[in-house]
């Protein structure tokens, strides 16, 4: 009503696949004859993986197809290339933007261990992707940050949709930690509007969302109020950060510190999940 969007062909959106309620959102609103172009690819290669292309169809919530030149691969636990099943993204030939070495590693240890400690010789992204039969993708997150119940992977932007969906809330954390044989924390940190109060009731209404448009595996063990969420100078929420210093990572082992863009956000999320999982292996009192 406002814009004439007749001479847009197209939008694009970055990070990963849009949402199939953002399709749906650009179709309805915008313009329905326009090309979507969902991309994805990597700082670390300034490169992009996964491209939009304006030959191929569009599908609802996937990217397109694989750059050229880009030989990207789904591998599964045994190293093999799987096509419709989700696995870790891999590069399989290189690329001539990658990395060749870190800053202040001379024996290459840590940029082994960063990319080629999975499946030697292959280049292991730490995202998990689904490459479907029409070339088409997925890509779920980071494989490190995903959280795994049961045997069951869940994408913590599965959690965010629905969380940051809420009235009350405007920000979200999630992350799931081994807390010893057979227990599994997932502890959820939320950032309120103002004048709100994350009470008893709250607390059930997050849960009931989570449980009713997700599942009941998705749902967090705690759900803690924070003042801010920890996020990177490029605004990247810290999960795979947190959960390694609470698996007993030095902090600076853990995360550049300089690249953190509020570090007091960072220190009250580790403290209070810290206490929780303290209290989680307290034995019950008599």
């Given at each position: 009503?406002?814009?004439?969007?007749?001479?847009?062909?197209?939008?694009?959106?970055?990070?990963?696949p849009l949402t199939p309620e953002g399709f749906e959102w650009i179709y309805n609103k915008v313009k329905r004859d326009i090309w979507v172009a969902s991309v994805s690819g990597g700082t670390d290669v300034c490169s992009g993986f996964a491209l939009g292309c304006?030959?191929?169809?569009?599908?609802?919530?996937?990217?397109?197809?694989?750059?050229?030149?880009?030989?990207?691969?789904?591998?599964?636990?045994k190293g093999e290339g799987?096509?419709?099943?989700?696995?870790?993204?891999?590069?399989?030939?290189?690329l001539p933007s990658m990395p060749l070495y870190f800053w202040n590693d001379p024996?290459?240890?840590?940029?082994?261990?960063?990319?080629?400690?999975?499946?030697?010789?292959?280049?292991?992204?730490?995202?998990?992707?689904?490459?479907?039969?029409?070339?088409?993708?997925?890509?779920?997150?980071?494989?490190?940050?995903?959280?795994?119940?049961?045997?069951?992977?869940?994408g913590t932007s599965?959690?965010?949709?629905v969380v940051e969906g809420m009235d009350e809330i405007t920000d979200s954390l999630v992350f799931g930690v081994e807390a010893g044989e057979d227990d599994y924390f997932v502890p959820l940190f939320v950032v309120l509007k103002e004048g709100k109060v994350l009470d008893g009731g709250l607390r059930d209404r997050i849960r009931?969302?989570?449980?009713?448009?997700?599942?009941?595996?998705?749902?967090?063990?705690?759900?803690?109020?924070?003042?801010?969420?920890?996020?990177t100078l490029n605004g990247k929420k810290l999960e795979v950060p947190l959960k390694r210093m609470l698996l007993g990572a030095r902090p600076d082992k853990a995360v550049n510190l300089g690249s953190v863009s509020n570090p007091d956000a960072l220190w009250e999320v580790f403290e209070i999940a810290k206490r929780?999982?303290?209290n989680r292996h307290q034995p019950p009192r008599k």
């Open positions: 009503e406002l814009y004439d969007f007749d001479e847009m062909v197209s939008i694009a959106s970055t990070g990963g304006p030959l191929l169809p569009v599908v609802s919530g996937r990217i397109q197809c694989r750059a050229l030149g880009a030989m990207v691969e789904a591998y599964n636990e799987v096509i419709g099943e989700v696995g870790e993204l891999v590069l399989t030939k290189p024996e290459m240890k840590r940029y082994r261990e960063s990319y080629f400690d999975v499946f030697p010789g292959v280049w292991r992204h730490g995202d998990w992707v689904k490459i479907f039969p029409d070339g088409s993708l997925i890509i779920y997150g980071r494989s490190d940050s995903t959280l795994k119940r049961k045997g069951i992977r869940i599965e959690i965010y949709r009931d969302r989570i449980r009713t448009e997700l599942s009941p595996r998705h749902v967090p063990d705690e759900v803690f109020a924070v003042h801010e969420i920890p996020r929780s999982l303290e």
